[in-house]
């Protein structure tokens, strides 16, 4: 069982893409804080234009997590139905690049002002291997982290992956969920106790 959110709770979006229905939720249920984060132009142009997401605790940040503040080359898909573009070319990715604005947890944290994050959620096709050391280096109280890790991609991101899941439960945290793709992982920082929670996430 995990803790349950409440309305102080702060959640942290990475990678929103199009589709927010895990967002919604949260809000609906919860009435929790939302910090979304996405630089694809996709992604802004979707956010402005879904009325759902007109709520004063749905918060957009039109750029993305790196390990560097500043602008990154960002390659788009090749299928042009498609929002989801990266930081990391494969086979997926057109050649062709925009260059979209980026910052560091350090940043973003100290920008929002919060040392206590209750959920981050993380979907950055396949840069997350590239954050999520500095996310755990951090002095920031992080509860949960729910990460999709993208090691279809290549060896080198099987054995990165490998690597960061290895660190992260050496920082407290254990596994207590893994979806049927192998890819999308839960992870709950031990000694958190709470009794009358209900929620799950995946």
């Known amino acids: 069982m995990l803790p349950s959110l409440r309305e102080n709770s702060i959640v942290y979006s990475f990678g929103i893409g199009e589709d927010t229905s ?16 996405d630089p694809t132009p996709k992604s802004i142009e979707f956010v402005k234009r879904n009325k759902a997401l007109d ?26 139905n498609h929002v989801s573009g990266s930081t990391k070319k ?26 206590k994050i209750n959920v981050i959620k993380m979907d950055i096709e396949g840069s997350e291997i590239d954050v999520l050391d500095f996310i755990l280096d951090s002095k920031v109280e992080i509860k949960q982290l729910l990460i999709e890790f993208h090691h279809r991609f290549s ?24 979806s049927s793709s192998l890819e999308e992982f839960t992870f709950l920082k031990e000694g958190i106790k709470d009794e009358n929670s209900t929620c799950k996430y995946i």
């Open 155 to 178: 060896k080198k991101n099987l054995s990165e992956s490998k690597r960061i899941i290895k660190k992260i439960k050496s920082k407290g945290y254990k596994i207590v969920g893994i």
């Open 22 to 37: 895990f967002d919604e939720e949260l809000m609906k249920k919860f009435g929790c804080t939302i910090h979304a984060f």
């Open 55 to 80: 709520n004063k605790n749905f918060i957009f940040h039109p750029y993305g997590i790196s390990s560097c503040d500043g602008f990154e080359i960002f390659y788009l898909p090749l299928n042009k």
């Open 90 to 115: 494969h086979s997926g990715l057109k050649n062709d690049f925009i260059k979209v604005k980026m910052k560091t947890f350090e940043k973003i944290v100290c920008l929002l002002g919060h040392k």
